[in-house]
Structures are given as structure tokens and as C-alpha cells.
């Protein structure tokens, strides 16, 4: 079997549906089921003796080293982190705990366990590292992409936190010989996506006739990457990835924020139009910017390209369509996700912007 670490959220639960719908091979998967964290996102695994699901802590040292010495998985997928920019800038404490402390825990238990491995098994463990574009900071906008050699310069809690796991990795592998790869990957959108993060939370307000909130001028740039492509990514990286390496995972679909909005306003104009007839365009809102808010990033993706055959099947278009059906179809999972905690951070993080 495979451990999968946050697997019970966005990208994690994707990943572990769609690992689950393609083979037969089991999933460990340890969350600690934060906010982020769903079962609802697991609902259809339920009674598949495949899936065993544990809540718990990746900084659990005694439960981690449990895990493994139990169900000795043959590779570690490490999604578990605190995710959201905007909460790092509010409290930045969780965010080193996780993602660095966590980390750091994690990739001791893993070591411990790996070298205590019989030869073969040995050879064939694997530590997937599932990291950001946004450990390289910020691009101008005539600048290359962000390739695999670029510097590390973080400007959030969040992103600092995210690079300061990835330099663990790499030591990891560098001083102990520790069999790891690394992805460092764009914006994902998608199904079960957490209605805090930009695309799901405009689907929402908009369906809810609230403002669609646009952070300063809308016109940072993102790259975006539907979830189902970032899985195959990673799935192919455990496949042939070659140890050591880190691997840039993107779309080749650079987008400013405001288009984003846009044809998200576009999609839900021609699938859910507004009884009154007018578009959701009139609810965009431009609000106060993020501080230290990064103006762009973008992804050169050659390398998993030309080393390991993976591309993007979805284009925008088709990625876009998909997820705002997914929503308009799964009312029930967007009104359990909006829990009083839900609503405490929306309060905290819009009344004060302008
Ligand atoms: P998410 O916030 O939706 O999910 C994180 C999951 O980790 C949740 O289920 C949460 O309960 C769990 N978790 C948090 N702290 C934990 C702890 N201490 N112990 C165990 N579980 C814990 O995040 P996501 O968007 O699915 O991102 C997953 C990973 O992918 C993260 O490492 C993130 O940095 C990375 N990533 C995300 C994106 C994106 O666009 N969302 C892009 C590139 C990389
Ligand atoms: P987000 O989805 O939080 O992802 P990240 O910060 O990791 O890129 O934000 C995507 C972009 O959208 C980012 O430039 C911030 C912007 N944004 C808004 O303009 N309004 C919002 O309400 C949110 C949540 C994000």
C-alpha cells in the first residue's frame, strides 16, 4: 500500500480517488482533519476495504512510527499541509508547525523506517514531496517562467514555510540518502476544492448573491492546473521520477485573477442565470490588495515533459466547465462546508478590506 498524508483534502482526496479508480493497490491515509480536511470529499470509498483512513497529526512522531511499522507502505505521498495564503498572513503559527515541523517529522519517521528496509524494499521505497510554484517568489512580467533551477524567494508565511519543507527534502536525500522527489506545482482548481481559495469562492458568492471580491486590480497572474492533471503528475513522478529530482508541474495557462472571474461569471451566465436576468458580473468587487501580494508566476514544464511523457489533458476551457458543473451539481457538499468556522473566516479575512 501507499501512505497518503492530507489526504481528506483538495488535492489530496482527488488524489486518492482517482489512484483508487485506476488500481487496485491500497491507501493509508493519515489526516488530521483540520478545516481543510473532509470526509464528505472520501464519501464514495466508503465500505472499500482498500481505503483506511486514520485521523491523526503528521507531527505525531509515536503514531507515524506506528503507521509505518504496521502497514510498511512502499511510498509516502506527502499532500498534509496549511495551504491558504491569506490565513498565513493572519496567523503564521500553524503554518511552521505543519508544513515545517511536520515535515521534518515526517521525513525522520520515514528514514527510520527506510533503513531498516531489506535491500529490495530499500530500493523501491519512495517520499513524494507535493510542494507550490509560489517557493520562487514573484515573476515581472516579461520574465522566463519559474524552471527548476530558478531561486527560492518566498514572500508569504505560507510560501516561506512551503520552501523551508522542500530544502528539508532535499537535505534529506542529499545527507541520508533518503529515496525522495519533489513537485513543485501551479494554482489547482477543481472539484472538492475549499470554498476560501479564489475560483470556488467566487462559484460560490456568486450562486449566493454576494460580491465577487477582486484583491487590488485583478490583474495578478496565475498559472492554473485542473486537479485531476496535477494527480497524474505526481502519480507518474512515483512511477519514474528519478531520486532527487524536483519536478515543475503546470498548465501552460497563465491568467490574470479578473479573467478568471470572468469566464467563471461567463460559465455560470449560460449554465444558472440570475432570475433577474442580469449577469454575475455585476457582482465583481475590487477590494484592498493582499499584503506583499505576488504579481505573477508561471510554470516552464518541459522537464516532467521531456523526462517523463506527462502533460496537461485538460485545457481551461474544458478544466473550467467541469468545475463549475461539479458545483452547480454538488449544493449539499458546498452547504457542509460552510460551517460556522467557515463563516468566522470570511468575516475576519473581507469586513476589514475596503
Ligand atoms: P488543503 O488545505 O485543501 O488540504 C490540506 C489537508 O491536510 C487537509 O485535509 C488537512 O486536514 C490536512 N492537514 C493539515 N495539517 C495537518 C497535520 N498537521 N497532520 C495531518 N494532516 C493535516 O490543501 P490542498 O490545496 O489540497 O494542498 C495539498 C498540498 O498541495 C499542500 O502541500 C499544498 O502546499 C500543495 N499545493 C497546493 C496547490 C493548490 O493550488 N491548492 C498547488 C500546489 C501545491
Ligand atoms: P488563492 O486561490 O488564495 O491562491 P494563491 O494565493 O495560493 O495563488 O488566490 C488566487 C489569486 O486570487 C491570488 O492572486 C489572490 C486572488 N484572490 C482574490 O483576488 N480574491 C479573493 O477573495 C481570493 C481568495 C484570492
Not at 79 to 103: L, Q
Not at 136 to 157: D, I, M, Q, R, T
Not at 234 to 241: A, K, P, Q
Not at 295 to 304: L, P, S, V
Amino acid at each position: 500500500m501507499i501512505l497518503v498524508t492530507g489526504g481528506a483534502g483538495f488535492i489530496g482526496a482527488n488524489f486518492v480517488l482517482d489512484w483508487l479508480a485506476s488500481q487496485d493497490e491500497a491507501v493509508l491515509n493519515l489526516d488530521k482533519l483540520t478545516y481543510a480536511g473532509n470526509l464528505e470529499n472520501l464519501a464514495s470509498l466508503e465500505g472499500d476495504a482498500r481505503h483506511v483512513f486514520v485521523q491523526g497529526d503528521i507531527c505525531d512522531r509515536a503514531l507515524v512510527d506506528g503507521l509505518l511499522a504496521r502497514y510498511k507502505p512502499r511510498a509516502l505521498v506527502h499532500f498534509a499541509a496549511e495551504s491558504h495564503v491569506d490565513r498565513s498572513i493572519h496567523g503564521p503559527g500553524e503554518f511552521m508547525r505543519t508544513n515545517v515541523e511536520g515535515t521534518f517529522s515526517l521525513l525522520e519517521a520515514a528514514r527510520n523506517h527506510w533503513s531498516a528496509l531489506p535491500a529490495g524494499e530499500k530500493d523501491s521505497f519512495r517520499f513524494h514531496h507535493v510542494s507550490t510554484d509560489e517557493v520562487y517568489g514573484s515573476l515581472s512580467p516579461e520574465a522566463a517562467p519559474f524552471s527548476e533551477v530558478h531561486p527560492y524567494e518566498p514572500n508569504s508565511p505560507y510560501s516561506a514555510s512551503k520552501a523551508a519543507s522542500d530544502h528539508l527534502v532535499r537535505a534529506w536525500h542529499h545527507t541520508y540518502g533518503l529515496p525522495v522527489t519533489t513537485s513543485n506545482c501551479s494554482n489547482n482548481y477543481g472539484p472538492y476544492h475549499f470554498p476560501e481559495k479564489l475560483i470556488p469562492l467566487v462559484i460560490v458568492n456568486a450562486l449566493a448573491g454576494k460580491p465577487l471580491p477582486i484583491y487590488g486590480d485583478g490583474q495578478q497572474i496565475r498559472d492554473w492546473l485542473y486537479v485531476g492533471d496535477h494527480c497524474a503528475a505526481i502519480r507518474r513522478i512515483l512511477e519514474v521520477g528519478r531520486l532527487g529530482e524536483t519536478y515543475n508541474v503546470g498548465g501552460w495557462n497563465e491568467m490574470a485573477n479578473l479573467d478568471i472571474v470572468r469566464q467563471v461569471c461567463v460559465l455560470l451566465d449560460e449554465l444558472r442565470p440570475r432570475a433577474d436576468g442580469q449577469s454575475y458580473f455585476t457582482q465583481i468587487t475590487h477590494v484592498t490588495d493582499r499584503p506583499g501580494h505576488d504579481r505573477r508566476y508561471a510554470i516552464d514544464a518541459r522537464k516532467i515533459e521531456r523526462e517523463l511523457g506527462w502533460r496537461p489533458a485538460e485545457t481551461f476551457a474544458t478544466g473550467i466547465r467541469k468545475t463549475v458543473a461539479w458545483y452547480l451539481d454538488n449544493q449539499d457538499w458546498v452547504a457542509h462546508v460552510q460551517s460556522g468556522a467557515y463563516r468566522e473566516w470570511v468575516s475576519r479575512n473581507y469586513e476589514a478590506r475596503a
